[in-house]
Structures are given as structure tokens and as C-alpha cells.
């Protein structure tokens, strides 16, 4: 069964960067959608960001548009997820999703409380940010 790995995540001060990546664990997987998600302890898991095939094709919740951008390497298969200007609330454990839908509203944002019915999902990689 395929496996969806992140890495990248670690401990940084408010105004700071990270870069996540994820790579499925065989080589000949594929998913048009891409996305990121990240769940706080205590609260509900909600996305972040997905790509569809390639970018300009992107979408963002709107906490993290501006900030986050969200990328593909298809020669390495791996999906990115750039982080600028962190906050504290950007604090959670995020997590790669793969062969799912995308809902979003009329702006092009991803909805507040939208998540796929149905994924391949990652083990997900912690992310905390200090104020």
C-alpha cells in the first residue's frame, strides 16, 4: 500500500520559514490533487492548501494565502509546501493528502471546514512556531 511521507517540519520563532515536502512511497503513484493539511491539538483538521496537476492550479485556505505557496516537482514527484512569515497560529502537525477533490468557494479559497471524504494521507510532520 502506498504511503504518503512528509518532512521538513521543525521549531522556528514567529516571522520564519519552513519547507515541507512530500513524496508517495512508490515511484509510479500519481494524483492530480495535492494538498496540505494541518490539525492544532484540540482542534479540527483543516486545509491549507492543494494543487491541481500544476501550479497556477492552486488554492489556499485564506489564514495562509499570501504567505504559503504550495509546489510540485513532477521529475521527483514530491509536493512542497513553502511557509513565510509564520505565526503562532500556524502551529499544528500538517499533513500530505493525495486522490481527493477539491471544494472551493467563489473567491478560489479552499471553504472554512471543507476536508476530502476520502484520501491517502500522510503521518504528518510537526510544525511549531514560538512568538
Known amino acids: 500500500e502506498v504511503q504518503l511521507m512528509e518532512s521538513g517540519g521543525g521549531s522556528v520563532q514567529a516571522g520564519g520559514s519552513l519547507r515541507l515536502s512530500c513524496v508517495p512511497s512508490?515511484?509510479?503513484?500519481?494524483?492530480?490533487?495535492m494538498g496540505w493539511f494541518r490539525q492544532a491539538p484540540g482542534k479540527e483538521r483543516e486545509g491549507v492548501a492543494v494543487?491541481?496537476?500544476?501550479?497556477?492550479?492552486?488554492y489556499y485556505a485564506d489564514s495562509v494565502r499570501g504567505r504559503f505557496i504550495i509546489s510540485r516537482d513532477n521529475a521527483k514527484n514530491t509536493v512542497y509546501l513553502e511557509m513565510n512569515n509564520l505565526l503562532p497560529e500556524d502551529s499544528a502537525v500538517y499533513y500530505c493528502a493525495a486522490n481527493f477533490i477539491v471544494r472551493v468557494n467563489r473567491q478560489g479559497a479552499l471553504e472554512a471546514g471543507w476536508l476530502p471524504s476520502r484520501a491517502d494521507w500522510g503521518q504528518g510532520t510537526q510544525v511549531t512556531v514560538a512568538g
Open positions: 512508490r515511484t509510479d503513484y500519481y494524483s492530480d490533487y
Open positions: 494543487i491541481y496537476m500544476n501550479a497556477p492550479n492552486t
